[in-house]
């Protein structure tokens, strides 16, 4: 089973970005809940989670809570059909995804071989656990709209989970690591 490591935002940062997913949402009538918006640091092929665990919690122990910088909309063609948040590769995010990817890589764990290549980013709309499939003109006004209207904040993470893929909140999260505070 695949797993997905990744980055969650506290309360605050969380709702200045709810209302794009929402009007997205509503607009195409994609979701009933909607997902939980977050960045995708890590995909774990199989892991022996009590390892992985472990691994973890040594890495992301000595890190705090920071910001990422969420600049503008992009958009992954199909078969994604997704309207995301660009997060900027600088500073905290990148430093982190780079040493999680590089320890587990270390501990023998099946992740992505090149981590150069993944835009991180916030996923506000896509077919994953969406209600229907939205049509390709859907995908494309929902696309072009969001880039016309732009976005730009800074947000902060306060916690990692690992997830399984699965739509339902209470059995998602394994794992929940929360960052330090100063």
């Known amino acids: 089973m ?22 997205i949402s509503k607009k195409h009538r994609l979701y009933k809940n909607l997902p939980t918006l ?46 995301n948040l660009k997060v900027e590769k600088k500073g905290y995010i990148s430093r982190l995804s780079r040493n999680i990817n ?13 981590i150069e290549y993944w835009d991180l980013h916030v996923s506000l709309a896509n077919s994953n656990f969406a209600q229907r499939e939205w ?10 709209t ?3 209207q732009g976005f730009y904040d800074m947000a902060k993470i306060d916690r990692i989970e690992l ?3 699965v739509n339902n909140k ?3 999260v394994i794992k929940s690591y929360r960052l330090k505070t100063y």
């Open 2 to 23: 695949r797993y997905y490591l990744v980055a969650l935002f506290d309360d605050e940062s969380y709702k200045q970005i709810e209302p794009i997913q929402k009007s």
């Open 170 to 172: 209470k059995e998602m």
């Open 102 to 114: 590089d320890t587990l890589k270390l501990h023998g764990f099946n992740v992505r071989d090149n």
């Open 163 to 165: 997830w399984k893929p």
């Open 146 to 148: 969001a880039k016309t």
């Open 38 to 83: 977050h960045i995708t640091l890590e995909i774990i092929e199989d892991p022996n989670i009590e390892k992985l665990d472990a691994v973890l919690t040594k890495i992301i122990n000595p890190y705090k809570r920071f910001k990422v910088e969420l600049k503008d909309i992009i958009c992954f063609n199909e078969p994604h059909k997704s309207v």
């Open 135 to 144: 049509k390709k003109n859907e995908y494309e006004l929902a696309c072009s």
